[in-house]
């Protein structure tokens, strides 16, 4: 349709020039003595129309010709740069599939600098040197993750040569290699150079949930639990991670810390109080706190400590930290067992907290009781043990003597079960 469109067009057009040389009935004159040239004004219009056609195509011959060099140029930077692309995509996918001696193959096939794409479209088509340069640092940063799975010291070394010198300062994938040489410093635990790297992001990119996660396992590295507990934290809020994840790196970050503060149980006890209350009810970590502050002698602050956790969620296994610390307000620990017993009537370990605590303040009776009560729910060696021991005490020799020997056999099965498991 369009074609007859313009057929009809120059069919009019012709038609038209043709009737408005019939009309016209001038001419030019030349004079140039001795000669005299007389042309009619049709003639003379188309011959300038011709002479203007034929100067256009001269100076465009012209023109191209001068400019040859230039176009030879960029053809063949842009086929050089194609070939690049093919070469670092191909390099990527190779990767990908875990071929990583074929990815370092076909990132070697890139140009580097000196004679390659990017000098040739230096010197013409500068609007595909941030292309081809592109294509650079990716086989770069494709050949550095491939010599580091192929472990090739060398290998990584002149690609991570290779890297840094494709990406100055202020180049688009400055980021992306330093992110890879950290990862990959991180995966051979060379934290000093995965530390370099991450610190050389600007505070931006380290605000990255990527540049986090790599600030992460650097902190775990090193042992630093407190940027740990925060980094976790941090990840946790942005839903980077899940209560799930990320409990156990807390945990894990809270015994770390829990380690330097051994030794200084005021310190200890401030900073459990400023621990979050999922991270308090931890079983091993209430017990390691407990058992510390025990060890030190700060049994009013021991003793809170499991009053609290048991008041919130009932474990039997703190009770022997509570029971043990000799000093602090023994009624008190009484009376809040008694309180628990309320709860736990049927629970062994209570009563056998509660007998050995009555003991303790010499309250003969209601100790007999409870550890009695305590064998009639589990006939446990320590029961029986505690109970040999008051009977003892109250000069009770036969009834001592047989709970001795129950004792003992509840010991010598106890350790032939643990030899038979063992086997």
Same mark, same amino acid.
């Given at each position: 349709?369009?074609?007859?469109?313009?057929?009809?067009?120059?069919?009019?057009?012709?038609?038209?020039?043709?009737?408005?040389?019939?009309?016209?009935?001038?001419?030019?004159?030349?004079?140039?003595?001795?000669? /005299?040239?007389?042309?009619?004004?049709?003639?003379?219009?188309?011959?300038?129309?011709?002479?203007?056609?034929?100067?256009?195509?001269?100076?465009?011959?012209?023109?191209?010709?001068?400019?040859?060099?230039?176009?030879?140029?960029?053809?063949?930077?842009?086929?050089?740069?194609?070939?690049?692309?093919?070469?670092?995509?191909?390099?990527?996918?190779?990767?990908?599939?875990?071929?990583?001696?074929?990815?370092?193959?076909?990132?070697?096939?890139?140009?580097?600098?000196?004679?390659?794409?990017?000098?040739?479209?230096?010197?013409?088509?500068?609007?595909?040197?941030?292309?081809?340069?592109?294509?650079?640092?990716?086989?770069?940063?494709?050949?550095?993750?491939?010599?580091?799975?192929?472990?090739?010291?060398?290998?990584?070394?002149?690609? /991570?040569?290779?890297?840094?010198?494709?990406?100055?300062?202020?180049?688009?994938?400055?980021?992306?290699?330093?992110?890879?040489?950290?990862?990959?410093?991180?995966?051979?635990?060379?934290?000093?150079?995965?530390?370099?790297?991450?610190?050389?992001?600007?505070?931006?990119?380290?605000?990255?949930?990527?540049?986090?996660?790599?600030?992460?396992?650097?902190?775990?590295? /090193?042992?630093?639990?407190?940027?740990?507990?925060?980094?976790?934290?941090?990840?946790?809020?942005?839903?980077?991670?899940?209560?799930?994840?990320?409990?156990?790196?807390?945990?894990?970050?809270?015994?770390?810390?829990?380690?330097?503060?051994?030794?200084?149980?005021?310190?200890?006890?401030?900073?459990?109080?400023?621990?979050?209350?999922?991270?308090?009810?931890?079983?091993?970590?209430?017990?390691?706190?407990?058992?510390?502050?025990?060890?030190?002698?700060?049994?009013?602050?021991?003793?809170?400590?499991?009053?609290?956790?048991?008041?919130?969620?009932?474990?039997?296994?703190?009770?022997?930290?509570?029971?043990?610390?000799?000093?602090?307000?023994?009624?008190?620990?009484?009376?809040?067992?008694? @309180?628990?017993?309320?709860?736990?009537?049927?629970?062994?370990?209570?009563?056998?907290?509660?007998?050995?605590?009555?003991?303790?303040?010499?309250?003969?009776?209601?100790?007999?009781?409870?550890?009695?009560?305590?064998?009639?729910?589990?006939?446990?060696?320590?029961?029986?043990?505690?109970?040999?021991?008051?009977?003892?005490?109250?000069?009770?020799?036969?009834?001592?003597?047989?709970?001795?020997?129950?004792?003992?056999?509840?010991?010598?099965?106890?350790?032939?079960?643990?030899?038979? @498991?063992?086997?």
């Amino acid at each position: 349709m369009r074609a007859l469109f313009w057929l009809l067009t120059l069919a009019a057009l012709a038609i038209g020039l043709a009737l408005l040389g019939r009309v016209s009935d001038g001419y030019v004159l030349w004079v140039i003595p001795p000669w /005299r040239i007389e042309l009619s004004l049709n003639l003379f219009v188309l011959a300038q129309l011709l002479a203007v056609a034929v100067t256009y195509l001269l100076l465009r011959a012209i023109s191209s010709t001068l400019n040859l060099p230039r176009v030879v140029g960029e053809f063949r930077a842009r086929r050089a740069r194609l070939r690049d692309e093919r070469a670092a995509t191909e390099a990527l996918r190779l990767l990908w599939e875990g071929r990583y001696g074929h990815a370092l193959k076909s990132a070697e096939k890139v140009s580097f600098g000196g004679g390659g794409a990017a000098s040739i479209v230096g010197a013409g088509e500068t609007a595909s040197a941030g292309t081809a340069a592109s294509a650079a640092v990716l086989a770069s940063l494709v050949g550095l993750k491939a010599a580091s799975a192929l472990h090739d010291p060398a290998r990584i070394a002149a690609w /991570r040569s290779r890297a840094s010198a494709s990406t100055p300062d202020k180049n688009d994938w400055r980021a992306a290699r330093l992110m890879t040489e950290a990862e990959l410093a991180l995966d051979a635990r060379d934290f000093a150079t995965a530390q370099v790297a991450l610190d050389e992001l600007t505070p931006k990119e380290r605000r990255q949930i990527s540049a986090q996660r790599l600030d992460l396992r650097l902190a775990q590295g /090193r042992n630093d639990w407190a940027a740990v507990l925060h980094i976790t934290r941090q990840l946790e809020k942005h839903k980077v991670l899940s209560a799930a994840q990320a409990l156990p790196l807390r945990l894990r970050a809270q015994h770390g810390i829990l380690d330097s503060l051994e030794g200084e149980p005021a310190q200890l006890a401030r900073y459990w109080q400023g621990m979050l209350a999922t991270e308090r009810l931890d079983l091993p970590l209430a017990q390691r706190v407990a058992r510390a502050l025990g060890s030190a002698g700060v049994c009013a602050e021991s003793a809170r400590l499991i009053e609290d956790y048991l008041d919130e969620q009932w474990e039997s296994a703190l009770l022997e930290d509570y029971v043990n610390c000799p000093g602090g307000d023994v009624l008190g620990r009484i009376a809040h067992c008694e @309180k628990w017993l309320h709860e736990q009537p049927n629970d062994a370990a209570l009563l056998l907290a509660l007998g050995r605590l009555c003991a303790r303040q010499q309250l003969w009776g209601k100790a007999q009781s409870y550890l009695e009560a305590s064998l009639a729910v589990a006939a446990t060696c320590a029961a029986h043990i505690e109970l040999a021991r008051l009977l003892d005490h109250l000069e009770r020799v036969d009834e001592a003597n047989r709970h001795y020997r129950a004792a003992a056999d509840c010991l010598s099965q106890t350790q032939s079960r643990g030899g038979r @498991k063992s086997v």
